[in-house]
T-cell receptor
Framework: DGGITQSPKYLFRKEGQNVTLSCEQN?????MYWYRQDPGQGLRLIYYSQIVNDFQKGDIAEGYSVSREKKESFPLTVTSAQKNPTAFYLC?????????????FGPGTRLTVL | DQQVKQNSPSLSVQEGRISILNCDYT??????FLWYKKYPAEGPTFLISISSIKDKNEDGRFTVFLNKSAKHLSLHIVPSQPGDSAVYFC???????????FGTGTSLTVIP
């Protein structure tokens, strides 16, 4: 089955620790995205990548880092510099970069920092 | 600053009736709009889209209307079914850009 997988579904970490969220897609999509969702807020873009070995900051990139070494993988690291890391994180992909493309979303990872 | 707003956090509708979900935007450069549907513990799924050259787009029970002068779009679901109960997000973009801007979502409950 083609799709986007995010693991784990729930993640708990102690304050001050870096944590990496996994996102894998087998849709052969060029572009991948990371969003954050907080209660009462819309999805906010953290980072996006249009092609392997390239990525761009979104609106709320501070405290996060990404890599795109393979087309199918776009891991997100939440660093200790992120002041409010507890949130629901969504990964998405689209066939091509560009805002004319529908984005396909993974099931999300809920990160709780204790 | 929220460029896409959904001012109704929740909406309840009887099964078989029409559901109308509203979305407002502030950036007049937006020219492409989408609606996504999200069930709990799942990622959003694409529902319907509209570009600014049109004022209406239909897909089965779902119709999106765009009023560019008012910077407003709405999603109509007719007839509403219990399986439509979900959170609906509208999103807007500039076609030449690289990202979507999402609203805060409206939780629709369809009562059997």
């Amino acid at each position: 089955d083609g799709g986007i997988t995010q693991s784990p579904k729930y993640l708990f970490r102690k304050e001050g620790q870096n944590v990496t969220l996994s996102c894998e897609q087998n849709l052969n999509h060029d572009a991948m995205y990371w969003y954050r969702q907080d209660p009462g807020q819309g999805l906010r873009l953290i980072y996006y990548s249009q092609i392997v070995n390239d990525f761009q900051k979104g609106d709320i990139a501070e405290g996060y880092s990404v890599s795109r070494e393979k087309k199918e993988s776009f891991p997100l690291t939440v660093t200790s510099a992120q002041k409010n890391p507890t949130a629901f994180y969504l990964c998405a992909s689209s066939p091509l970069a560009g805002a004319f493309n529908e984005q396909f979303f993974g099931p999300g990872t809920r990160l709780t920092v204790l | 600053d929220q460029q896409v707003k959904q001012n109704s956090p929740s909406l309840s509708v009887q099964e078989g009736r029409i559901s109308i979900l509203n979305c407002d935007y502030t950036n007049s450069m937006f020219d492409y709009f989408l609606w996504y549907k999200k069930y709990p513990a799942e990622g959003p799924t694409f529902l319907i889209s509209i570009s600014s050259i049109k004022d209406k787009n239909e897909d089965g029970r779902f119709t999106v209307f765009l009023n560019k002068s008012a910077k407003h779009l709405s999603l109509h679901i007719v007839p509403s079914q219990p399986g439509d109960s979900a959170v609906y997000f509208c999103a807007a973009s500039i076609l030449t850009g690289n990202q979507f801007y999402f609203g805060t979502g409206t939780s629709l409950t369809v009562i059997p």
